[in-house]
Nanobody, 117 residues
Framework: VQLQASGGGLVQAGGSLRLSCAASGRAFSSYVVGWFRQAPGKEREFVGRINGNAISTYYWPSMKGRFTISRDNAKNTVYLQMNSLEPEDTAVYFC???????????WGQGTLVTVSS
């Protein structure tokens, strides 16, 4: 499975962005897809994930309410909708996929989100 994250860019505080994670390869709909981010000088942190059924989601508590993950298995794509963005959300955002209950085996290259104050 190969993953390609896109949709990053420059946005003002309070704005919104939708990131996409497009996948190639078979059985993508069976994988859990997670979003992570890494800010400059900081460790990578977990944002949230969505199960293959496109129904079950989980968010890191600080992200819940502003970020929403969805997926369209027919398009092999997972989305991260980010609202009410803050400068602290500035980071490179990555998507990753893996089997349910297992490690994230496949990683995309990341897309940069910059939130200006």
């Amino acid at each position: 499975v190969q993953l390609q994250a896109s949709g990053g860019g420059l946005v003002q505080a309070g704005g919104s962005l939708r990131l996409s994670c497009a996948a190639s390869g078979r059985a993508f709909s069976s994988y859990v897809v997670g979003w992570f981010r890494q800010a400059p000088g900081k460790e990578r942190e977990f944002v949230g994930r969505i199960n293959g059924n496109a129904i079950s989601t989980y968010y890191w508590p600080s992200m819940k309410g502003r970020f929403t993950i969805s997926r369209d298995n027919a398009k092999n794509t997972v989305y991260l909708q980010m609202n009410s963005l803050e400068p602290e959300d500035t980071a490179v955002y990555f998507c990753a996929a893996g089997p349910y209950g297992g490690a994230y085996k496949y990683w995309g290259q990341g897309t940069l989100v910059t939130v200006s104050s």
